[in-house]
């Protein structure tokens, strides 16, 4: 406790003597996760504190130890320093190591090392005397031709070593203190991309092999939380994908997050807070659930401002306290919390233990502050269902946009409104389905409605009435419809055209119908109009000429206009139906996906099953000459996708030759 204190009035001193003086605002901005997943500004989660200059040379890696010491590996000088108050007090295998860049240190102050330019792995006790060296292992299991690259190293409460190999395509490699192999653990994946697949399908096999291989990512970094889970970070990966914490069965449970290409080191708390600094001087937090808490920091270019990062290699909590190792400083970086992340801290740590109830007075006092803070309102919701105040969980949920907690609340809701309803509504449709029989009944006999249908039968001597009247026609009888439409004899270009527009209307009405359960947009402010009116137009587009053209040279009678006018009417089940399925959405929660996901199955099936009639029946073919015609019209219109990208992108570049000229002259000039 008296080291502790020690530590926290050094950290104070130093700042209050530090040449760098922290101004009013920071030198980078804050960052949460806010409403559709977008990054929003917030006020300060950290602080920079001091900025305190060591006697180390390009170190690579910190431990922290619960009393406040620190152990550092001053890689240029082929050592470990420990530190107390920000002094050093000793130093370790001044005389073993040359690179040492790995560094563990156990409750019983026993320094795990791993050496990159010894290629070894160095245990020595707390008074520095050496344990054991590890090299390579010469199990078979191993791999004969796998190199020993030791660059990174973490231990478990077993006491079992996970070394980071640079180069291991087979993940963490574990080792025991007797430096035997024990096997591979927590290996990434290999992605293919369009283009690989592409490769694979056209080029040889001496074609390929002129290739990179296409191996997983090696992890670069490491850490081992309290309960002995494995974090680690991949350096060169998806953003999103670059955390990843293993189970003991070696299954990578962290979310997709927002995160980083270019991560360093991770770091993770005893209350589950995970911390990781990358490249570019950017610190990322996250809960134990891999949800985004806070990012900030920034890189110095020679600002040399308080807070700011040159070359980044470490990271480790301390209390309030956050440290980075800054390798080209040769120093360690401070931040202090402040009241907006002591709050989230408080509130996560109980919220994560449970205690919805007591956790939310902290995040409604976070939402005073950032009224975007997602995670503010998943607490606050999961406090209301808890509670059973499903109103409020409901509106709650929406914030958090949290599908899964918002289909429960509304059950319950829907549960009580059926409960209290369920006899009357009952009794309501009972009464209308007997008054329609009724009516009916009376005016089979006195034919009351007559003048009705006639009135309504005369409508149709309008053309635009009487083509919308023909599309019913294609519930029954498709096929003889589509010949109608060869021989000109129903349908026309303007309503190909109507459907067309109503086709387009409800796309984009289907989007601002839906329930926020099955939307695929959290609001509708995110829902991009433009981009899916001109992608449903082009898709049309694209069928009505793939599909003409292929049909042209494969002996296909139709015309365009029958094509047009024929894969308009194809299209009634996505104009008629969607529509009412969108809003039978609102009253659906995720146990009855099925009714949403089958209703819109059957509208695509049967949009699907209209538009191979129509092929067939327009241009007289045979069934297998229609299914020839419509799979070469899907690869068509992929066709013209490509070539259009890749006209885009030539006259993009040529656009920019030319532009870069004009500068270039007027410069000159």
Known sequence: MMKKMLLLLTVAAVLALTPYQASADSPYTTWAQGPGGWLTMTQDAYSPAAEVDLPISAAEEMVVMPDGTLYIADTGNGRIVRLENFEIVATYGEDVLEGPTGLFVDEDGVLYVADAKLNKVFIFDADGTLLKEIGRPTEPL????????????????????????????????????????IGYFGANTASMSFKMIAQRLFLTKEQLDQFVKNEAASPSNIAIDHQSMVYTITAGTDGSKSIRKFTVAGKNIFPETFGSTTFRDIDVSDTGLVLAVDANGRIYEYDLNGTMLFVFGAQDNGEQRLGMLRNPTAIVRYGEFIYVLDKDKNAVVTYQTTALARQVHDGINLYMEGYYKEAKPYFEQVLSANGSYIMAYQAIADAYYKDRNYTEALTAYRYAEDRNGY???????????????????????GGLWLASVVVGRLDKRYHWL?????????????????????????IKQPADSFYYIKKKERGSLLFAGIIYVWVVAVRVLSLYLTGFVFNPFPDVAFIPVGNEIVMTLLLIALWNAANYLISTISDGEGRVRDVVIGSAYSLFPYALFVLPIALLTNVLTLNETFLYSFSMNIVWFWMGLMLFIMVKEIHNYSFWETVRNVLITIFTMGLFVLTGYILYVLFTQLFDFVSAIFQEVRLRG
């Not at 791999?143 to 395509?169: C, T």
């Not at 009135?455 to 019913?472: C, H, Q």
């Open 142 to 181: 191993f791999g004969k031709n796998r190199d020993f690259l030791p660059r990174k190293i973490a231990v478990d409460a077993r006491k079992n070593l996970y070394v980071i190999s640079e180069g291991s395509v087979d993940g963490i490699v574990q080792l025991n203190t007797n430096g035997n192999f």
């Open 407 to 429: 289909s429960q609340a509304y059950w319950e809701l829907r549960n009580q409104a059926l409960q209290r309803s369920l006899t009357s509504a009952i009794l309501w449709i």
């Open 450 to 474: 007559d003048p009705a249908r006639n009135w309504l039968r005369g409508l149709t001597r309008f053309k635009l009435i009487d083509d919308f009247v023909f599309m019913f026609r294609f």
